[in-house]
């Protein structure tokens, strides 16, 4: 079982996804630890509910990122997690945590990377007018949703699409898309080997 900690600054819904895939066998892991930056976000009630201790903070609290990153670090190692899982996390990862946890922090974005990264990706991928977008899973390096590219799934974007029935359909696709290539990128080696 790989230990994981999921991070997460909104509604929740990846959380969820995750939860769930490990609540009926499809994702071989434990959730060891929840991460929020928003006091108040619905992930919270999510995480509770599933029984995951949690650590939540406001980076006002903290005089930098490198402060609050160290308490996390702790909690991190207390709690055993061998992987960081972002899930709607909004806040760049800095050095303190890059360092400790190389090659182990993984992203999912709701774009094709290497367009549209950032905040509102699906709001820019309207405005862009394109026809197709989708979903990125990725590793986590110090930039912002750049790193290597583990998987990608389109998402077609149809005549009169609105921010809601886009994003409708991209989480649809990260909910099946996260928790199977999680699963793949803990096992597919042991499995080939
Ligand atoms: C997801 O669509 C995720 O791809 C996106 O935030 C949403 C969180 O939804 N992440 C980013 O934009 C990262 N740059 P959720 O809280 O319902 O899982």
């Known amino acids: 079982m790989k230990k994981i900690a999921v991070f997460a600054s909104g509604s929740g819904t990846n959380f969820q996804a995750i939860a769930d895939a490990v609540k009926i066998g499809d994702l071989q892991a434990e959730i060891v630890l929840f991460v929020c930056d928003r006091p108040g976000a619905y992930s919270i009630e999510r995480a509770q509910n599933e029984q995951v201790p949690q650590f939540v903070f406001s980076a006002k609290d903290y005089a930098g990122k490198a402060e609050y990153e160290r308490v996390i670090l702790q909690r991190l190692k207390e709690s055993g997690a061998e992987y960081i899982i972002l899930a709607g996390f909004m806040r760049l990862i800095g050095p303190t945590l890059l360092k400790e946890f190389e090659g182990r922090i993984i992203n999912i ?19 862009a007018n394109v026809k197709v977008s989708g ?13 290597p590219i583990i998987a990608q799934a389109s998402v077609e974007i149809d005549e009169g699409e609105t921010l809601e029935s886009l994003q409708k359909k991209i989480h649809e696709v990260e ?11 803990f096992y597919a080696k042991m499995v080939e080997n």
């Open 109 to 127: 974005h709701p774009s094709l990377l290497p367009a549209f990264p950032g905040k509102d990706a699906i709001g820019q991928a309207l405005s």
């Open 135 to 147: 979903v990125t899973v990725h590793f986590v390096d110090e930039g912002m949703d750049t790193g």
């Open 175 to 185: 909910h099946r898309l996260y928790p199977q290539v999680l699963q793949n990128l």
